[in-house]
Nanobody, 119 residues
């Protein structure tokens, strides 16, 4: 059974940093694209960043230069380092495993972790 469990959310002031983690199990971690999505209250879900099996990464324009996605294949963990946080980054963040590559279908989702950035 595919399982994704996020942690690391919390409250922080604008300009601060947080690191989200996602513990993955039940699939071939190294072979699939992994990503982070977020959904703010009253807004649609949006993709934040993803990292393909070969380590290549893509980012939403809104987080480029501030967020870094990475993974540890030995630990089966995915990370999102978030720096220079802004109030508009406030959202519930979800870890996602794609079916295969980053251009393909989304697969499993975690339960999400809440990030709140105050001004």
């Amino acid at each position: 059974v595919v399982r994704l469990v996020e942690s690391g959310g919390g409250s922080v002031q604008a300009g601060g940093s947080l690191t989200l983690s996602c513990a993955a199990s039940g699939f071939t971690f190294r072979a699939q694209c992994l990503g982070w999505f977020r959904q703010a209250p009253g807004k649609e879900r949006e993709g934040v960043a993803d990292i393909d099996a070969d380590g290549s990464t893509t980012y939403a324009d809104s987080v480029k230069g501030r967020f870094t996605i990475s993974k540890d294949g030995a630990k089966n963990e995915l990370y999102l380092q978030m720096n220079s946080l802004k109030p508009e980054d406030t959202a519930k963040y979800y870890c996602v495993a794609y079916e295969l590559d980053c251009q393909g279908d989304l697969g499993a989702w975690g339960q999400g972790t809440l990030v709140t950035v105050s001004s």
